[in-house]
């Protein structure tokens, strides 16, 4: 079915464009290592590009294709290319555009891992960064050097849920003749689309909204042209990075209800983050649907809504917010975000440990900051939830 005239929820449920011919209403799991030619001809024909088909599952994979042709068809790009994890994803962005003495800006409050081994792995192959605050195109531009190839963004920001804007950071960046990659995990293409600003590579970790049911890890990049994805392609086929048929299913799976889970949560969110923010037990909540957020208009001009991650502080610190965490009971204390049950974290100790003090002093990752990812419950237990804990303070 050709999906571009359609709606987005009516695209999560019918684009891939992959029909199987035995006539399964949905793409089966090509739980398979490699396929079957017809003859010697026809393998030669695959290989040589002169013929479409699948050879090997580390090339392409049906199941794995249906996936990545339906995130190419939301995010509005050119391919798509689904990895193992969202780290995968990362890696292969790092690797496809960096190269010794290249530099990259990156938004100082990324997730975690995104940061900390480009701080701790990269520079051994000659490679440099700079975190700074990318919310202010100011401070981006500060740290422009000529030998600076890549600008990563991750708007709304983990867990600080700093926004970006987006137009004015292609403006500079094609100025500069820098690349860009934004990380999309927060919002995913329904709240999103940073290919229609400009960006040239979204990526996300397809272990949170995307899949959304917390029993799968996967990742995806959507590059907006040709070049670039076969950039990409390249270092991510013969780096091994690929996902498997089955986790691809499930991801598959999960993203036919990406609207629906997350209209249900948002709402319930915005109504978190106005108890939050009138406890009086609670220093402040950062959420870019509530007005005394920093970049609240710009949310409101760039996104679709404002999600269902909530970032907030309990008065007393970090043994405060210890006391909250560890008396919940509907709320899940783990870490991940985007699935349909609500979860909630320390990054200081947990997602965002592997960075210094100094790092996570200058992202403003607070030793008391807590990260919520509100899920599809009854909203009224999420609330009574967190109010039996914030008593307990």
């Given at each position: 079915?050709?999906?571009?005239?359609?709606?987005?929820?009516?695209?999560?449920?019918?684009?891939?464009?992959?029909?199987?011919?035995?006539?399964?209403?949905?793409?089966?799991?090509?739980?398979?290592?490699?396929?079957?030619?017809?003859?010697?001809?026809?393998?030669?024909?695959?290989?040589?590009?002169?013929?479409?088909?699948?050879?090997?599952?580390?090339?392409?994979?049906?199941?794995?294709?249906?996936?990545?042709?339906?995130?190419?068809?939301?995010?509005?790009?050119?391919?798509?290319?689904?990895?193992?994890?969202?780290?995968?994803?990362?890696?292969?962005?790092?690797?496809?555009?960096?190269?010794?003495?290249?530099?990259?800006?990156?938004?100082?409050?990324?997730?975690?891992?995104?940061?900390?081994?480009?701080?701790?792995?990269?520079?051994?192959?000659?490679?440099?960064?700079?975190?700074?605050?990318?919310?202010?195109?100011?401070?981006?531009?500060?740290?422009?050097?000529?030998?600076?190839?890549?600008?990563?963004?991750?708007?709304?920001?983990?867990?600080?849920?700093?926004?970006?804007?987006?137009?004015?950071?292609v403006e500079l960046?094609?100025?500069?003749?820098?690349?860009?990659?934004?990380?999309?995990?927060?919002?995913?293409?329904?709240?999103?689309?940073?290919?229609?600003?400009?960006?040239?590579?979204?990526?996300?970790?397809?272990?949170?909204?995307?899949?959304?049911?917390?029993?799968?890890?996967?990742?995806?990049?959507?590059?907006?042209?040709?070049?670039?994805?076969?950039?990409?392609?390249?270092?991510?086929?013969?780096?091994g990075f690929n996902?498997?048929?089955?986790?691809?299913?499930?991801?598959?799976?999960?993203?036919?209800?990406?609207?629906?889970?997350?209209?249900?949560?948002?709402?319930?969110?915005?109504?978190?983050?106005?108890?939050?923010?009138?406890?009086?037990?609670?220093?402040?909540?950062?959420?870019?649907?509530?007005?005394?957020?920093?970049?609240?208009?710009?949310?409101?001009?760039?996104?679709?809504?404002?999600?269902?991650?909530?970032?907030?502080?309990?008065?007393?610190?970090?043994?405060?917010?210890?006391?909250?965490?560890?008396?919940?009971?509907?709320?899940?204390?783990?870490?991940?975000?985007?699935?349909?049950?609500?979860?909630?974290?320390?990054?200081?100790?947990?997602?965002?440990?592997?960075?210094?003090?100094?790092?996570?002093?200058?992202?403003?990752?607070?030793?008391?900051?807590?990260?919520?990812?509100?899920?599809i419950e009854e909203?009224?237990?999420?609330?009574?939830?967190?109010?039996?804990?914030?008593?307990?303070?």
């Open positions: 079915m050709d999906t571009s005239d359609k709606g987005f929820n009516s695209k999560l449920i019918h684009s891939g464009g992959i029909v199987d011919e035995k006539g399964s209403a949905i793409t089966p799991i090509y739980q398979t290592s490699t396929f079957r030619f017809k003859d010697a001809d026809q393998g030669a024909r695959f290989f040589s590009g002169e013929e479409k088909g699948y050879i090997y599952t580390r090339l392409g994979n049906p199941t794995i294709e249906d996936l990545e042709n339906t995130l190419t068809d939301l995010e509005n790009g050119y391919g798509s290319l689904a990895t193992a994890s969202g780290m995968a994803a990362v890696n292969t962005v790092y690797l496809t555009l960096l190269g010794k003495g290249d530099h990259m800006i990156g938004h100082h409050a990324l997730y975690g891992p995104s940061r900390g081994i480009m701080e701790k792995l990269y520079p051994k192959f000659g490679i440099e960064s700079d975190f700074i605050d990318a919310t202010s195109i100011e401070e981006i531009e500060k740290v422009i050097r000529p030998n600076t190839k890549l600008l990563y963004l991750e708007t709304p920001a983990n867990p600080t849920m700093g926004i970006t804007d987006l137009t004015a950071a960046a094609k100025k500069h003749n820098i690349l860009t990659c934004v990380d999309n995990t927060f919002c995913s293409p329904y709240l999103q689309k940073p290919l229609d600003f400009g960006i040239d590579i979204v990526l996300h970790s397809m272990t949170k909204f995307i899949n959304g049911h917390a029993d799968i890890v996967g990742g995806i990049l959507v590059a907006k042209d040709k070049v670039l994805f076969e950039q990409l392609k390249y270092v991510m086929i013969n780096m996902i498997d048929p089955h986790q691809a299913f499930l991801a598959r799976r999960g993203l036919k209800t990406l609207g629906i889970r997350i209209d249900r949560a948002q709402e319930s969110s915005m109504k978190v983050a106005e108890y939050l923010e009138s406890h009086p037990k609670v220093e402040w909540v950062l959420y870019p649907g509530l007005k005394s957020h920093p970049q609240y208009e710009l949310g409101e001009r760039q996104m679709n809504g404002p999600g269902a991650m909530i970032s907030f502080e309990v008065k007393g610190g970090l043994e405060a917010g210890k006391t909250v965490m560890n008396n919940v009971e509907l709320a899940v204390l783990a870490v991940s975000l985007g699935g349909v049950e609500t979860l909630i974290q320390h990054p200081a100790s947990m997602t965002h440990s592997k960075l210094s003090r100094e790092a996570r002093d200058s992202a403003a990752i607070s030793d008391g900051l807590i990260r919520l990812s509100v899920g909203v009224e237990d999420i609330i009574a939830d967190l109010d039996q804990a914030l008593k307990l303070v």
